[in-house]
């Protein structure tokens, strides 16, 4: 069974950072497309990254414009670990953050259960 | 690519029909392999998205049968045949046809 386990969140004050973590199970992590998405309170879902893997078409990185240049997602694949380093934290930015198995076209498989980021002061 | 849901709410009575209009500001059709390029998610509360259909009418493994999708190009529908309690949640569509991937705003469904 698939399953994804999301951690890191917390509270932060904003410019502050935090580095979010997503262990993967029951498939193979190092063959698959991983994708971060966030979530804010009612609000549609907001893609925010992508990792492809090495054989898919197209840039292996990739980053909503909202986040890029401040986020930076990452993956070790002996450790089964995604990961989404954010740095310079905004008020915006507050939302659960879900990650993603997902297809190459995109479509988002499994999702993990979440682990909320709140920024304020 | 905007993706825009209709209604916003909707209130169905149990064993009727619902019917959720999703939109998007460009065709999100793939020609060279007649796709499109449309997903549907549902969520409840405190739980993850949860993968409906996707290349716009094709129902995920363990989705029942009530749920189907149509449409092509620019305009899409998710219909839940003979709405059961358990299909409370909001319903998001989800083009992957081009960066960034982008979802609709969301179409909460209730009982009447």
């Known amino acids: 069974e698939v399953q994804l386990v999301e951690s890191g969140g917390g509270l932060v004050r904003p410019g502050g950072s935090l580095k979010l973590s997503c262990e993967a199970f029951g498939f193979t992590f190092s063959n698959s497309r991983m994708d971060w998405v966030r979530h804010a309170p009612g609000k549609g879902p907001m893609w925010v990254a992508r990792?492809?893997?090495?054989?898919?078409?197209?840039?292996?990185?990739a980053y909503a414009d909202s986040v890029k240049g401040r986020f930076t997602i990452s993956r070790d694949n002996a450790r089964n670990t995604l990961y989404l380093h954010m740095t310079s934290l905004r008020a915006e930015d507050t939302a659960i953050y879900y990650c993603?198995?997902?297809?190459?076209?995109?479509?988002?498989?499994?999702w993990g259960q979440g682990t909320l980021v709140t920024v304020s002061s | 690519i905007v993706m825009t849901q209709s209604p916003d709410s909707l209130a169905v009575s149990l064993g009727e029909r619902a019917t959720i209009k999703c939109k998007s500001s460009?065709?999100?059709?793939?020609?060279?392999?007649?796709?499109?390029?449309l997903a549907w998610y549902q969520k409840k509360p405190g739980q993850p998205p949860n993968l409906l259909i996707y290349w716009a009418s094709t129902r995920e493994s363990g989705v029942p049968d009530r749920f189907s999708g149509s449409g092509s190009g620019t305009d899409f529908t998710l219909t839940i045949r003979s709405l059961r309690a358990e299909d409370v949640a909001i319903y998001y569509c989800?083009?992957?046809?081009?960066?960034?991937?982008?979802f609709g705003q969301g179409t909460r469904l209730e009982i009447k």
């Open positions: 990792f492809r893997t090495e054989g898919d078409v197209g840039d292996r990185i």
């Open positions: 989800q083009q992957y046809y081009d960066a960034p991937i982008t």
């Open positions: 460009q065709s999100v059709l793939y020609s060279s392999n007649n796709k499109n390029y």
């Open positions: 993603t198995r997902s297809e190459a076209s995109g479509i988002s498989l499994s």
